[in-house]
Antibody, heavy 118, light 107 residues
């Protein structure tokens, strides 16, 4: 069965960076794009971008360009999302979500809470 | 960017009611629309894609319709487990965008 298992909660200071992992199993990792979506406390869903695990190519939302880096390690079927220069409004649950092939998501990670606080 | 406007933002209903949630895109999205249900502390669950295609395992009381810029999610007979927050998402073009959500509460 398809599984996306994310790394644990993080607490960071403003200006720091955070790297969240998304370890996959149950399918061919390089066959499906991986997206990242975040959700601030009590707020809606916000798309951050995707990575093509096969080529490593990426597409970031303009809001996050220059601050986010999505990478992957095909040897361990894991995707990563690194967010730099953290601010308090980056406090959110970050989800990885596997693209079904068109841009919507059946499989999601369990979410990783990133708290940015001084 | 394509803006997705959901209405209502909240809704109170009773078990057995029929409810409809609307999602309007700022430009045509050619049925590239998904609906998700999210319960507190959980990841969203995909209900429908392509505006009206019910995902595997989703009860048939959920249905979707629409075209162009206007789409609806209908729950024909509310069950206790349906109370949650619902989101629409357009995947017509990046940046993919979500509606602001509709919180469905028990009356």
């Amino acid at each position: 069965q398809v599984q996306l298992v994310q790394s644990g909660a993080e607490v960071k200071k403003p200006g720091a960076s955070v790297k969240v992992s998304c370890k996959t199993s149950g399918y061919t990792f390089t066959g499906y794009y991986m997206h990242w979506v975040r959700q601030a406390p009590g707020q809606g869903l916000e798309w951050m971008g995707w990575i093509n695990p096969n080529s490593g190519g990426t597409n970031y939302a303009q809001k996050f360009q220059g601050g986010v880096t999505m990478t992957r390690d095909t040897s361990i079927s894991t995707a990563y999302m690194e967010l730099s220069r953290l601010r308090s409004d980056d406090t959110a649950v970050y989800y990885c979500a596997r693209d079904q092939g068109s841009g919507y998501y059946y499989y999601w990670g369990q979410g990783t809470l990133v708290t940015v606080s001084s | 960017d394509i803006q997705m406007t959901q209405s209502p933002s909240s809704l109170s209903a009773s078990v057995g009611d029929r409810v409809t949630i609307t999602c309007r895109a700022s430009q045509g999205i050619s049925n590239s629309l998904a609906w998700y249900q999210q319960k507190p502390g959980k990841a969203p669950k995909l209900l429908l894609s392509a505006a009206s295609t019910l995902e595997s395992g989703v009860p048939s009381r959920f249905s979707g319709s629409g075209s162009g810029t206007d789409y609806t999610l209908t729950i024909s007979t509310l069950q206790p487990e349906d109370f949650a927050t619902f989101y629409c998402q357009q995947y017509y073009s990046t940046p993919y965008t979500f509606g602001q959500g509709t919180k469905l509460e028990i009356k």
